[in-house]
């Protein structure tokens, strides 16, 4: 692996490690710790939106890192490889995406000043989509992780590169 190629390499893994590390521990964690000291669950929403909002940015910044990585990759990896990373790509681009799309319909059913729900009918299916999408986005993220990390093994007879 060249330097350049091990540099983007490095920077993309932190990058993704950054944006679903922190997803994971914030659904995985967070979320359930603040339910459990919390009285009014539905007030911890009003800190999701802060926080998830934030992810979503450094979700911009990891997907530009990650294509840096596929297209500096792209020579030394086999057919089904590229196409599982750039499909996998392509599946969190759009779902991040839709994830900017979602908060939008969010807030729009929400009165961030005076932190409350204006139309719990039309939250709790826009909320159910973003859980939906999240999950989509969570597991093309770790299908393209796998495909980047093994991708650096050494080949084996039966893989020409190390793709």
Request: proline share 1%; glycine share 4%.
């Amino acid at each position: 692996m060249n330097n350049l190629r091990q540099t983007i390499h490095v920077l993309s893994v932190l990058a993704w490690a950054l944006w679903m590390g922190g997803f994971t521990f914030f659904t995985s964690v967070s979320l359930r710790v603040a339910h459990k000291v919390l009285s009014e669950t539905k007030e911890f929403g009003f800190v999701t939106a802060g926080v998830t909002d934030r992810l979503n940015v450094i979700g911009v910044i990891a997907l530009l890192l990650l294509l840096a990585h596929l297209v500096a990759h792209w020579q030394v990896l086999v057919r089904w490889r590229r196409f599982l990373l750039g499909f996998t790509w392509v599946i969190l681009a759009v779902t991040l995406a839709l994830m900017f799309n979602i908060h939008n319909a969010i807030d729009a059913v929400l009165n961030l000043q005076q932190r409350v729900v204006v139309d719990y009918d039309a939250f709790e299916p826009v909320h159910r989509h973003y859980k939906q999408v999240a999950t989509a986005q969570w597991l093309a993220a770790v299908i393209h992780l796998t495909m980047m990390l093994t991708a650096s093994r050494p080949a084996s007879s039966g893989d020409q590169h190390a793709g």
